[in-house]
């Protein structure tokens, strides 16, 4: 993805380079945006709402410049320490931003956390541009979103609203053109071929901790997280080694996630290491376990490790 080439700047004119946050309620379709946008798998994706725990950047190049997104966490209005930690990255992202993308889901109705978030941007509305996705699904209704933010973000114009849909890859490139408009001159952020700044591991914990998601059921996905063990290169660097853990916090569900036979812990590792070797250059071999971190979503030094900013 980029912007449509006749915004290209002129001869000796400087490029444009903007760190653009994405904030929106839970499921609005950020990280879809997001590998859209980019073109590559940025950010895992799940069904499961408040799956992004980190802010992920993901970065647009384009003929005048570079936009680099950082995919915030679902905003969602909850007391639980973790969400709380949550919503805290989405809203620490917006003063060192240069553009706001603030996604809403047409297929659901304005509500509480709609408009705590519209009060949230309103001091900042002059660098939001709103993206009203998901306008492909047959239960969208885009007209009472655009009610909605009428009423509590006029300062937004409407030349600043979209509607799109990131899973069909419609409208974005529009959208794309008006955020590069709000985007400062100034140098790029990163090399043009780079799509992420995230590192191997992260990466590799991330694609895991998706395949699992959409695997297990009930209380399961929220109670998980991934860790690296060990990475070694093997094979002249043909091969990267990685022994890793799914951790839960009960013994019950771990029962639950290895399955009858061993069927679903190879089930997760099989999809992961396909996707895994569709990604990285080299050949990904992964060794998967699973074990016991009892609470562990009440633990400070994990929850802090686990949504590092």
């Known amino acids: ?45 799940s069904p499961v709402p408040q799956t992004t ?46 553009a706001i993308l603030y996604l809403i889901d047409a297929a659901r109705e304005p509500g509480r956390e709609e408009e705590l978030i519209a009060k949230m941007l309103s001091r900042v509305a ?46 974005i490139d529009p959208l794309l053109v008006r955020l590069f408009d709000l985007a400062p001159e100034g140098d790029i952020l990163y090399p043009e071929e780079f799509y992420t700044d995230q590192e191997v591991d992260f990466r590799i914990a991330e694609i895991i901790r998706e395949k699992a998601m959409n695997n297990t059921r009930q209380e399961i996905p929220h109670a998980i997280y991934v860790e690296i063990a060990d990475l070694e290169m093997r094979r002249n660097g043909k091969e990267l080694w990685v022994r890793s853990f ?5 013994e019950s569900q771990k029962s639950m996630v290895i399955g009858k036979g061993a069927a679903m812990i190879k089930k997760i590792r ?39 900013r």
């Open 126 to 171: 002059k660098k939001v541009v709103v993206g009203i996705n998901k306008t492909d699904l047959p239960s969208a209704k885009p007209a009472p979103v655009r009610a909605f933010l009428a009423l509590h973000l006029p300062e937004v114009p409407e030349d600043r609203i979209f509607e799109i849909s990131a899973e069909k890859d419609t409208n």
């Open 246 to 250: 799914l951790v839960v916090e009960r």
């Open 1 to 45: 993805m980029s912007e449509t080439k006749q915004n290209a700047p002129a001869e000796g004119e400087k490029k444009l380079s903007a760190v653009v946050a994405i904030i929106g309620r839970p499921s609005a379709g950020k990280s879809t945006f997001l590998n859209t946008a980019c073109g590559e798998k940025v950010s895992i994706v």
């Open 270 to 308: 099989t999809e992961a290491q396909k996707e895994l070797n569709e990604i990285f250059p080299y050949h990904i071999q992964l060794d998967l376990q699973v074990k016991v971190n009892k609470n562990w979503r009440q633990k400070d030094p994990i929850i802090g490790r686990l949504t590092k």
């Open 53 to 98: 725990r980190n802010a992920i950047r993901g970065i647009v190049n384009g003929s005048r410049g570079q936009l680099v997104f950082v995919d915030t966490p679902g905003y969602h209005e909850s007391d639980k320490k973790f969400n709380q930690l949550l919503k805290g990255i989405a809203h620490d992202r917006l003063p060192e931003s240069d």
